[in-house]
Each structure stands twice: as structure tokens, then as C-alpha cells.
């Protein structure tokens, strides 16, 4: 072999390494990306999460039996009985009497809670949407955009576009979205109504665990049974 083939042999394994090694950088590096994707994606879900969780401290229980008090009220219902029929106290009742007394103020104070709740919501599924632009597959935040459209939290709410989330987080395993999805099927929210289709992801559901799954399997093979 001549001088010149033995440098080329020698430079064929040399070269193969150096490529080897920017192959396993790069792929690394990806890896690197990807979690850290993964990562920023979960704080988004994370503060949307404690978002939609948190109530404005305004509304507290006692605050949401004076207001529903003086709903009935308004409706007609007799003060005494609409005590009665929230199982207030006689202290309850006299503070409610007074938030009556000044219920101009208390409307336009529960006007101002409600809007702080619904920009507080509409902030939870901006979140939401910043960590599905990050991470377009994560089961989670898709989930949590279709509760989000399913009840209209900082959204209109859109039963199409809910069972649209459902599905891509289902197909992707999520328990939680697969009984969403069985149970609209079941009722039509958004989908063609079908039993079908229904009890497939039903049991898939029920199959990891789902109480709210199994649950219903159950009840549909009771009706099943009494239709016998």
C-alpha cells in the first residue's frame, strides 16, 4: 500500500467519529430543547391552573348565600322562608337583611367580583394557550382548553371545539379526556350522538382507573338490565 492510501485508511475512521459525535450533540441538544419545551409548557399550565382555582377573595360562602338570599327575594320569595330554604342562621339572616337594605351597592359590588373572576378566567386560558404553543402535544393543556370551551371559563363556550380538544388529548391516553369525550358522545355536546362511540371511551377511561368512567358504565348496564 502506498503512502498516500495508508494516510486516506487512516483518516476514513477519523472522520466517521467526528461525525458520530456532532450526530449524538445534536441529538442531545434536541433533548435539551424538548424538555426545556416540556418544562415552560407545564409552569403555563401550572399558573393557568392556579388561575381557575383560585376564587377572588370576595366570594366567600357567606357572601354567595347573601346574594342567592337576596335572588329569591327578588323572585318573590318571602325573606323567612328564603332563610329557610338556604339554612341560615338568625345571624346570617340580619346581615343579609342589611345587605338588602343597601342592595344597590351589593349589586354593583357583585358585578365588579363577577368581571374580576371572568378577566381572572380569561387570564387562566391565555396561559392555557401559551403552553399549547409551546408544546402543541401535551395532553394536559389540551384537556384543560376543552374543560375550558365545555364551560365557557374565559372562553364562549363551544362544545365543538371542546369535544376537538377532548379527542387529541384522549387519543393520547389522558383518562380524564376519555370520559369527557365517552360523555359527550353520550349526550351530542358538539359530536354526533353515538352509544357507540360512547362506551369506547368509556372503557378506556374506566379501564385506567376512571371512577367517573366506571361509574357510568355502571349505570348504563343497570338501565340495559331494567329495559330486559
Known amino acids: 500500500m502506498s503512502a498516500d492510501e495508508q494516510t486516506q485508511s487512516a483518516l476514513v475512521p477519523v472522520q466517521s467519529t467526528a461525525l458520530t459525535k456532532a450526530g449524538a450533540t445534536s441529538l442531545a441538544a434536541r433533548g435539551r430543547d424538548r424538555l426545556r419545551e416540556k418544562e415552560e409548557a407545564e409552569e403555563w399550565l401550572r399558573k393557568g391552573l392556579e388561575l381557575e382555582r383560585t376564587e377572588p377573595e370576595c366570594l366567600c360562602p357567606e357572601?354567595?348565600?347573601?346574594?342567592?338570599?337576596?335572588?329569591?327575594?327578588?323572585?318573590?320569595?318571602?325573606?323567612?322562608?328564603?332563610?329557610?330554604?338556604?339554612?341560615?342562621t338568625?345571624?346570617?339572616?340580619e346581615r343579609a337583611h342589611v345587605t338588602h337594605y343597601f342592595m344597590p351597592d351589593t349589586l354593583k359590588e357583585c358585578a365588579q367580583l363577577e368581571e374580576a373572576r371572568n378577566n381572572q378566567l380569561l387570564e387562566a386560558f391565555r396561559c392555557f394557550e401559551r403552553g399549547i404553543?409551546?408544546?402543541?402535544?401535551?395532553?394536559?393543556?389540551?384537556r384543560q382548553i376543552g374543560t375550558a370551551y365545555h364551560f365557557g371559563l374565559g372562553v364562549t363556550q363551544d362544545y365543538s371545539q371542546a369535544s376537538d380538544w377532548f379527542r387529541k388529548a384522549a387519543e393520547q391516553g389522558d383518562a380524564e379526556a376519555q370520559y369527557?369525550?365517552?360523555?359527550?358522545?353520550?349526550?351530542?355536546?358538539g359530536v354526533v350522538e353515538d352509544e357507540d362511540l360512547s362506551l369506547k371511551w368509556l372503557r378506556k377511561a374506566a379501564e385506567q382507573g376512571n371512577a367517573d368512567a366506571q361509574g357510568a358504565l355502571d349505570f348504563d348496564a343497570r338501565q340495559k338490565e331494567s329495559r330486559i
Open 63 to 88: 357572601m354567595q348565600t347573601t346574594l342567592e338570599y337576596i335572588k329569591q327575594i327578588l323572585a318573590g320569595t318571602q325573606p323567612d322562608v328564603a332563610a329557610k330554604n338556604l339554612g341560615m
Open 90 to 93: 338568625s345571624d346570617q339572616q
Open 133 to 142: 404553543q409551546i408544546d402543541p402535544h401535551h395532553p394536559l393543556l389540551q
Open 180 to 189: 369527557c369525550l365517552g360523555c359527550a358522545y353520550s349526550n351530542g355536546d
